[in-house]
């Protein structure tokens, strides 16, 4: 498990031997696909929204080309609240 060398140190919680407590485990987990979920939006998104709307790219934008891009990155963070509050709700 390379990946959780960091929970392991000396630092007082855990217990002794060194070894990562199992909810200290789920954490680190827990963390890292918060941390990939993240990524793929950010990426999904500036591609989407670029996509749509940079004509050409160049140095600086166009004040339409902002206001798209502040546009479509609203959108995609309000779907993204509302998917996950209809996930919350439908698991309780």
Do not use: W
Not at 10 to 18: L, R, S
């Amino acid at each position: 498990m390379s990946g959780f060398g960091s929970l392991g140190g000396g630092g007082g919680m855990g217990g002794g031997g060194g070894q990562p407590s199992d909810d200290q485990i789920m954490a680190a987990v827990q963390m890292n696909l918060q941390q990939e979920e993240a990524m793929r939006f950010f990426v999904t998104v500036r591609e989407k929204c670029f996509d749509k709307c940079i004509e050409k790219p160049s140095g600086s934008m166009s004040s339409g080309e902002e206001r798209c891009l502040s546009h479509c990155l609203g959108r995609y963070v309000d779907a993204t609240r509302a998917v996950a509050e209809g996930l919350t709700q439908a698991s309780q």
